[in-house]
């Protein structure tokens, strides 16, 4: 596996893969990276002839007061699994890479930022595509990949894709889940013991109300409320939101139908943790 640190490097490598006909995938990540990751990786070596795996703990996505510093770092850990899950490249820029002396560009994505997790991190989405789209503009891949943990996330890089005309295809991947429903997350390693065996209310949460969707029931505040009250019921958690919205645009709807997405984020100690589900009509 090729580390590559500066912009020049990066550009000059996949050009030279393109060049030779390969097909670059890229997977975006923060690092302390985890099964979930890896199933990004996995799926890009599948579709893709050479994978590009960058770690930047992007600090335009981080508010004042929340965890840019405390988030979890082990470069050596992450090198190991990159090279086992047989990564092409690990492009870890420093933040002097990703933003140049002046820099002025924001992306915003409107409206579908400031919904769900944007209502209680304010910039938080702006932070995301303006360096999502930098790492497009650096890499250069034919594929991107995403996973459907981060929803509104995914939901909000396609339209930037779209709206922007970009190239490179943005691809979903399935949430990697524990054995108990909680979905894989870096910040799952904040929680206590006591928290940690809370946490997997978030996806009961969500799957009752999926599960009360199956059953024929389409009032989008009924589906909530069913939600709301399994997270009710765990005095460990301090829910931020739960809410079902159109699954591509993230709108408000009062009848919920296949495709709607039912996502929600809560307090666990001092985790914030998000999870979402797309209601479908089968089992
Ligand atoms: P992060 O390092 O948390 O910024 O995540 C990098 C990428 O991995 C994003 O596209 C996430 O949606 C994805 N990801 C994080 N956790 C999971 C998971 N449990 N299952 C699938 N993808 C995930």
């Known amino acids: 596996m090729e580390i590559i640190t500066t912009v020049a490097a990066m550009r000059g490598w996949t050009r030279a893969a393109r060049a030779a006909g390969k097909r670059v995938g890229l997977v975006p990540t ?4 985890h099964r979930g990751h890896l199933c990004l990786i996995e799926r890009a070596r599948a579709e893709c002839d050479v994978v590009v795996v960058s770690i930047y703990v992007n600090s335009l996505q981080f508010g004042p007061h929340e965890d840019y510093r ?3 770092r082990d470069r050596e850990r992450d090198e190991e699994l990159l090279r086992a899950a047989r990564a092409d ?13 002046g820099h002025r560009t924001r992306v915003e994505v409107e409206q579908m930022q400031d919904v769900l997790c944007g209502r209680s991190r304010p910039g938080h989405f702006r932070g995301v595509t303006t360096v999502v789209l930098k790492l497009l503009a650096i890499v250069n891949p034919d594929l991107s990949f995403f996973g459907e943990k981060d929803g509104q996330q995914l939901r909000i890089l396609r339209r930037m894709a779209l709206d922007l005309h970009l190239e490179a295809r943005i691809i979903s991947c399935p949430t990697v889940r524990e054995k108990d429903g909680l979905a894989l997350s870096s910040r799952n390693a904040y929680l206590g013991t006591d928290e940690r065996r809370a946490a997997p209310v978030l996806y009961r949460a969500l799957c009752s109300a999926a599960a009360a969707f199956r059953a ?13 009250g399994v997270i009710a019921a765990e005095p460990l958690a301090r829910l931020d939101y739960v ?9 408000p709807l009062t009848v919920a139908r296949a495709g709607t997405l039912i996502a929600a984020a809560a307090w666990f100690g001092r985790a914030r943790l998000i999870d979402n589900i797309e209601l479908r009509i089968g089992p």
């Open 89 to 101: 490249v690990l492009f870890a820029p420093a933040d002097e890479e990703i933003h140049r002396p």
């Open 216 to 228: 024929g029931d389409s009032d989008a505040g009924h589906l909530v409320a069913v939600a709301r």
């Open 70 to 72: 405390a988030y979890p």
């Open 243 to 251: 809410e079902a919205v159109d699954g591509e645009t993230l709108e």
């Open 30 to 33: 923060m690092g302390a990276l």
